[in-house]
């Protein structure tokens, strides 16, 4: 995975807005923590404009300062943008290389901004560069998509409309067109999971088969069958779950015990 510093901009933007948002009467440190594929910074105090992307959307100064003074000093000495175009530009140029955008951890009484070095995934970095035309807000949201984090209604229902992601929430992957424009064809049929009936019908030849069948030898049948985006617990419970329904529906039955199932046709 290639890594990269972070723009000689970013770096010079992210700390001096940390000298000039920090809260002095803490009488605290600013820190700046370098690590292999990213750049941490903190300070204390609260982030006053509220939310990042209340920054990034509507690009204008804030109505006051924490210390306005030092932070005046600065905007005339050239050291941080004026209008909150500091943090949108970081942004940008952290899409320019497809890297995932800052993250903001807007804790109480403390801001910690990191900076990534390096492409998260590049499923994501293919779809930043094939659609230049996706604004930046949309980006954002995308980038909490890759970093599996939960998206708003509204923000679920943009991407959807724009057929940019598909999947269930909070497993979302690229959507079928984005996919096929991108290169990423094989990666959209692994995330995306087969009919029921495939995985029923299935089971169902195996075991006619082979007579019997036990949990474990089922398990490794569907396994790499199931969708990606699953882990191996949301893959144990699947399976789980459709030997159920075909039990249920008579179709099997368990002739073993609870832990250790044997599995044959009903006759």
């Known amino acids: 995975m290639q890594l990269l510093p972070p723009q000689p901009y970013s770096i010079r933007e992210a700390l001096n807005n940390c000298i000039a948002h920090q809260d002095y009467t803490k009488h605290g ?30 690009d204008a100064p804030e109505e006051h300062y924490r210390n306005r003074f030092l932070a005046s000093a600065m ?18 140029f952290q899409r320019e290389r497809f890297f995932p955008m800052p ?36 980006i954002i949201i995308l980038d909490k998509v890759q970093k ?38 094989a990666t959209y049929s692994k995330n995306k999971a087969f009919d029921k009936s495939y995985y029923l019908d299935f089971v169902e030849k195996a075991i006619k088969d082979h007579s019997i069948l036990e949990r474990s030898d ?28 075909m039990r249920v529906k008579n179709r099997i039955y368990n002739s073993g015990t609870f832990s250790k199932s044997k599995w044959s046709l009903k006759k």
């Open 148 to 185: 599996k984090q939960v998206l708003t209604d509204f923000e679920e229902k943009h991407l959807r409309i724009k057929k940019l992601i598909e999947g269930r929430k909070p497993n979302y992957y690229i959507g079928i067109k984005v996919a096929q424009n991108t290169g990423q064809k």
């Open 29 to 58: 440190r600013i820190n700046v923590i370098e690590m292999d594929d990213q750049l941490i910074f903190t300070n204390l105090g609260s982030f006053i404009p509220g939310s990042v992307e209340k920054v990034v959307k509507e």
């Open 75 to 92: 905007f005339n000495l050239k050291m941080v943008d004026t209008a909150g175009g500091g943090i949108k530009k970081i942004f940008n």
């Open 218 to 245: 089922i398990d490794e049948l569907l396994w790499n069958k199931l969708p990606d985006w699953m882990d191996d617990k949301q893959k144990k419970n699947k399976i789980g779950n459709l030997l159920t329904e």
């Open 103 to 138: 993250d903001y951890d807007l804790s109480p009484g403390k801001v910690k901004v990191t900076i990534s070095g390096k492409v998260l995934d590049m499923d994501y970095a293919r779809l930043l560069a094939k659609n230049r035309d996706l604004t930046l807000e949309e």
